[in-house]
């Protein structure tokens, strides 16, 4: 098991840019989720996924997109990208068992660094 | 709305003394409360998680935590530390939608010779 990835590892674009942060996961897990981490802020929820073909706005949305086409990969987005959109960002993944969602205990990819200049 | 508050951006030990990693939760509802560490350049890891069941919790590489309602507190301790231990600490909560997580800012553990 691969558990979960993320491409790619790091990225420069110039203001105005787009690009597609792609995750993928080979655990068959039903949530998926998007965070950035920035100094000092933690790490803050973009969007997220709770099954195939749906997706959710989390806490910092604006600026961003998402589409859960497959179970096992989630896209993110940055149709114009901005300088404030410097971050390192984490995908990560959790699963159900039994009906119900352990969505608590959550499997991090090892992130993609932006840089938007 | 659930939250979690780090006391402390950064701590520094010494090898082989205690650590302790303090946070405190903001929650309506009993809460899960979660310990993640991230390691230099690496995705997070869950180091431990209470669920509401036993209040004293183990995790991994000799971590633990103690989940304190009357403090609204769910510190996290080692009794000795090692070099390994360096690295960013973060605790979390589970969200009132139950789908993911508040994330505390982290705490940053320097481990000296």
């Known amino acids: 098991n691969a558990g979960v990835t993320q491409t790619p590892k790091f990225r420069v674009l110039k203001t105005g840019q787009s690009m597609t942060l792609l995750c993928a996961q080979d655990?068959?897990?039903?949530?998926m989720y998007w965070y950035r981490q920035d100094p000092g802020m933690g790490l803050r929820l973009i969007h997220y996924s709770v099954g195939e073909g749906t997706t959710a706005k989390g806490e910092v949305p604006d600026g961003y997109n998402v589409s859960r086409l497959k179970k096992q990969n989630f896209l993110l987005g940055l149709e114009s990208a901005a300088p404030s959109q410097t971050s390192v960002y984490f995908c990560a993944s959790s699963y159900t068992a039994g009906g119900r969602a352990f969505q608590e205990t959550q499997y991090f990819g090892p992130g993609t660094r932006l840089l938007v200049l | 709305a659930q939250s979690v508050t780090q006391l402390g951006s950064h701590v520094s030990v010494s090898e082989g003394a205690l650590v302790l990693l303090r946070c405190n939760y903001s929650s309506s509802v009993p809460p899960y409360l979660f310990w993640y560490v991230q390691y230099p350049n690496q995705g997070l890891q869950l180091l431990l998680k209470y669920t509401s069941a036993a209040t004293l919790v183990k995790g991994i590489n000799g971590f633990e935590a103690e989940f304190k309602k009357s403090e609204t507190s769910f510190h996290l301790t080692k009794p000795s530390a090692h070099m390994s231990d360096a690295a960013e600490y973060f605790c979390?909560?589970?969200?009132?939608?139950?789908?993911?997580?508040?994330f505390g800012k982290g705490t940053s553990l320097l481990v000296t010779p």
């Open positions: 979390a909560v589970s969200r009132d939608s139950g789908y993911a997580l508040n």
């Open positions: 655990m068959n897990h039903e949530y």
